[in-house]
């Protein structure tokens, strides 16, 4: 009986470790990493750090568009130049790119200038679970 309660202790102890490693279960947050850089005329460069999934893109500039610069969460947010392979960047900024298609979609994109969200949908990702490493 009492190897059973120790087995049994062992082994409740040890879930909340075996639930992270599997990918579910107690506090599981992806660790987005960006560099912003403040461009000439409210343009915003986004450099990513370790994954280049769109929504780290997203993330970094919705969360500093929140954070650092105060502007409301419907505040839209536009892609002013779309990712670059070479440099793993991407343009922002807060007012649409002259002559870019700015209907908004449902596709998380980092290629095509114009494609757009509100600051809070972009500051949500930061928060997602999943790493989508499809543009």
């Given at each position: 009986?009492?190897?059973?309660?120790?087995?049994?202790?062992?082994?409740?102890?040890?879930?909340?470790?075996?639930?992270?490693?599997?990918?579910?279960?107690?506090?599981?947050?992806?660790?987005?990493?960006?560099?912003?850089?403040?461009?000439?005329?409210?343009?915003?460069?986004?450099?990513?750090?370790?994954?280049?999934?769109?929504?780290n893109y997203w993330?970094?500039?919705?969360?500093?568009a929140i954070r650092?610069?105060?502007?409301p969460n419907n505040?839209?947010?536009?892609?002013?130049?779309?990712?670059?392979?070479?440099?793993?960047?991407?343009?922002?900024?807060?007012?649409?790119?002259?002559?870019?298609?700015?209907?908004?979609?449902?596709?998380?994109?980092?290629?095509?200038?114009?494609?757009?969200?509100?600051?809070?949908?972009?500051?949500?990702?930061?928060?997602?679970?999943?790493?989508?490493?499809?543009?």
């Open positions: 009986m009492r190897s059973f309660k120790t087995l049994a202790a062992a082994v409740l102890l040890s879930i909340p470790a075996m639930a992270e490693a599997v990918g579910f279960g107690l506090s599981v947050r992806p660790q987005f990493r960006t560099e912003i850089t403040p461009m000439p005329d409210g343009v915003y460069e986004v450099k990513a750090i370790g994954s280049s999934a769109p929504v993330c970094g500039i919705g969360d500093y650092s610069l105060g502007v505040q839209r947010i536009y892609i002013w130049r779309a990712y670059e392979p070479g440099v793993r960047t991407v343009q922002f900024s807060l007012t649409p790119p002259p002559g870019a298609d700015t209907k908004p979609g449902y596709s998380i994109t980092v290629r095509k200038v114009g494609a757009n969200m509100s600051a809070s949908s972009a500051q949500n990702y930061c928060y997602d679970n999943f790493i989508m490493d499809t543009f």
